[in-house]
């Protein structure tokens, strides 16, 4: 039979042996958060269209239709295509755009609505963020503008790389496998419900691995 102090001291052993537990998770969960996001490389997997299986109806005011080439003397494929703007869908003030993210689990698959970026008004948008990539669209999109208003026409897409370094301006990511849906919204007819547009993206984000000793 248990004395009252041996019940105790039994007591102060399974709350001490509960707060190391408790230590051992939170130093465990921080280390993971630790990892799952940081310096990083992008791999563009998949870029194109949206299907409509995904999101349903939308419109052709933007569209983007891509083909992925190797070359045998470079690791890295290459992306090659058009991108087109219609109605105009690239003028100020007209749309809104947001970023409907997936993530991919082993397990259960597409994890839909990971995380949904609502960036607001598309010109104002890319005029914010598009200057990180201007050396990009001088040498890959050569006729595409670098900031808003974006004309109507057709925009060839020239021997853009799949693989991309950390950008200055979005220095940690989330690491793993991610689907985005570039969505375009009206925003002077607020009648029209259905997106004007739906681009696809998917991307492979790995932690960036120093060469240095």
């Given at each position: 039979m248990y004395t009252v102090e041996t019940l105790s001291n039994r007591y102060a052993r399974i709350n001490q042996s509960l707060k190391t537990v408790e230590v051992l998770l939170y130093k465990g969960y921080n280390v993971q958060r630790r990892v799952e996001e940081?310096?990083?490389?992008?791999?563009?997997?998949?870029?194109?269209?949206?299907?409509?299986?995904?999101?349903?109806?939308?419109?052709?005011?933007?569209?983007?239709?891509?083909?992925?080439?190797?070359q045998r003397s470079v690791r890295d494929p290459f992306i090659s295509g058009n991108l087109t703007v219609r109605n105009g869908a690239g003028m100020p003030g007209t749309n809104s755009l947001t970023f409907k993210v997936a993530k991919w689990d082993t397990v259960s698959g597409w994890r839909s609505n990971f995380m949904v970026l609502k960036m607001g008004e598309l010109c104002r948008a890319y005029n914010l963020h598009g200057g990180a990539y201007k050396s990009y669209f001088l040498k890959h999109l050569p006729t595409w503008?670098?900031?808003?208003?974006?004309?109507?026409?057709?925009?060839?897409?020239?021997?853009?790389?799949?693989?991309?370094?950390?950008?200055?301006?979005?220095?940690?990511?989330?690491?793993?496998?991610?689907?985005?849906?570039?969505?375009?919204?009206?925003?002077?007819?607020?009648?029209?419900?259905?997106?004007?547009?739906?681009?696809?993206?998917?991307?492979?984000?790995?932690?960036?691995?120093?060469?240095?000793?």
């Open positions: 940081g310096p990083y490389t992008i791999d563009i997997l998949d870029v194109g269209a949206c299907p409509k299986e995904e999101v349903g109806e939308f419109g052709n005011d933007f569209e983007v239709h891509t083909i992925r080439q190797h503008p670098v900031k808003c208003p974006i004309y109507d026409g057709t925009y060839p897409i020239c021997n853009l790389s799949a693989h991309h370094d950390t950008v200055a301006s979005f220095p940690s990511l989330p690491y793993g496998r991610f689907r985005l849906h570039a969505m375009g919204y009206y925003l002077q007819q607020p009648s029209h419900k259905a997106p004007r547009a739906c681009s696809r993206w998917v991307l492979e984000i790995v932690e960036k691995v120093s060469s240095g000793g």
